[in-house]
């Protein structure tokens, strides 16, 4: 097994036995260099994603809002309407007179 070694290492010499362990080494770091890329994305997406939900939150706040003072104004609407058809029932049953 030794002799293997050494015949390899004779046949590839000093520098590409430091490339490959260079080559080892470095992946470790270029692994961790992309779980920290996507990490930085995902939070990003996810600070993005949080805003869009706040503005969302907003805006359906002030739709329901705007809702209740429309329901409001029609149930406003609906009584004047009652009121002034029984006063108008009254006129024409007065006019009959």
């Not at 590839?12 to 260099?33: H, P, Q, S, Y």
């Amino acid at each position: 097994m030794e002799n293997i070694v050494i015949n390899v290492l004779s046949l590839l010499g000093g520098g590409a036995l430091a490339t490959i362990i260079t080559a080892l080494v470095n992946r470790k770091k270029t692994d961790a260099d992309a779980q920290n890329l996507q990490i930085q994305t995902l939070l990003l997406v996810d600070e993005r994603l949080s805003a869009k939900i706040a503005e969302a939150d907003v805006r359906i706040k002030n739709l329901e809002d705007e809702k209740r003072t429309l329901e409001g104004e029609v149930l406003e609407l609906k009584e004047q309407y009652l009121l002034l058809k029984v006063e108008f029932e009254k006129i024409k049953g007065d006019e009959k007179k």
